[in-house]
Antibody
Framework: QVLLRESGPGLAKPSETLSLTCAVS????????WAWIRQPPEKGLEWVGY???????KYNPSLTSRVSMSLDTSNNEFSLRLTSVTAADTAVYFC??????????????WGQGTLLTVSS | QSALTQPASVSGSPGQSVTISCTGT?????????VFWYQQYPGKAPKVVIY???NRYPGVSHRFTGSKSGTTASLTISELQAEDEADYFC??????????FGTGTKVTVL
């Protein structure tokens, strides 16, 4: 059974840089595509970006100047780094896995999500 | 990239059918058979019900059916049950090699 578990600071101040981590069990991060998707309170889902073991990454064009993602194969986890955060970045952040080992037409396994609140 | 357009809400009585539409462009829904549908209960993570337009994800009830015509995808829930009351989101791969989600639809069982 594949399980994903997000972790993060919970609270950040405007202009700070934050990092979120997704720990993966039941699968290796050297296979599949791995994504971050966020959901502001009472709003819809927004795809943030994905990363892959081949170093392939792709980000939402609206966030590309502030976001980066990476894999940690030794700990079987992947991370999201978001710079210059504002209140608009307040959301539940989900990590997710793509549906095929070498392709991702969509995201089929999700973590339970971690809430990030940006406030001074 | 603009969110895919879904109705804000649909409702039906137990046993009835409801259909949720998801309208995009030729650059996403209309250009690829990579439309997914997700079910989300309050405070929970989304769960995939339909992948690649019309394939039911393992373990999902046969009452869920997906289809697509042109730039609009649809999710039909037949034999509506109380447990189907949730938010539903569509998503699509795009010509920019990104992914876009729909605005979300709240399904209410009357």
């Amino acid at each position: 059974q594949v399980l994903l578990r997000e972790s993060g600071p919970g609270l950040a101040k405007p202009s700070e840089t934050l990092s979120l981590t997704c720990a993966v069990s039941g699968a290796s991060v050297t296979s599949y595509y791995w994504a971050w998707i966020r959901q502001p309170p009472e709003k819809g889902l927004e795809w943030v970006g994905y990363t892959h073991y081949t170093a392939s990454t792709k980000y939402n064009p609206s966030l590309t100047s502030r976001v980066s993602m990476s894999l940690d194969t030794s700990n079987n986890e992947f991370s999201l780094r978001l710079t210059s955060v504002t209140a608009a970045d307040t959301a539940v952040y989900f990590c997710a896995r793509g549906n095929y080992p070498s392709d991702a037409t969509g995201w089929v396994i999700w973590g339970q999500g971690t809430l990030l609140t940006v406030s001074s | 990239q603009s969110a895919l357009t879904q109705p804000a809400s649909v409702s039906g009585s137990p046993g009835q059918s409801v259909t949720i539409s998801c309208t995009g462009t030729t650059g996403d829904v209309g250009g690829y058979n990579y439309v997914f549908w997700y079910q989300q209960y309050p405070g929970k993570a989304p769960k995939v019900v339909i992948y690649e337009v019309s394939n039911r994800y393992p373990g999902v009830s046969h009452r869920f059916t997906g289809s697509k015509s042109g730039t609009t995808a649809s999710l039909t829930i037949s034999e509506l049950q109380a447990e189907d009351e949730a938010d539903y989101f569509c998503s699509s791969y795009t010509s920019s090699a990104t992914y876009v989600f729909g605005t979300g639809t709240k399904v209410t069982v009357l």
